[in-house]
């Protein structure tokens, strides 16, 4: 991982949980965060929020919110 796609294991695999997580989170927007978190792999909240935050340049609440607004939107319409 490290020569072909610039990453360590760590990262790759953070990444990938992260992913799936803003997947989740759109998805199913009646399941918690914290539902997700500990789903896709995380141990803790604080380790969720800080490496999703980190990739994702939002926490996963401001997220899910910014993703699921344009369907909120439409729904009520």
Not at 17 to 38: C, F, G, K, W
């Amino acid at each position: 991982l490290n020569s072909v796609m610039g990453v360590d294991f760590r990262t790759y695999v953070t990444r990938f949980r992260v992913n799936e997580a803003q997947r989740l989170l759109v998805e199913e927007p009646e399941r918690s965060t914290l539902d997700i978190a500990y789903e896709v792999g995380f141990n803790s909240k604080t380790a969720f929020n800080r490496n999703f935050k980190a990739i994702a340049g939002q926490t996963p609440t401001d997220y899910r919110e910014a993703a699921t607004a344009p369907r909120r939107a439409r729904d009520s319409s």
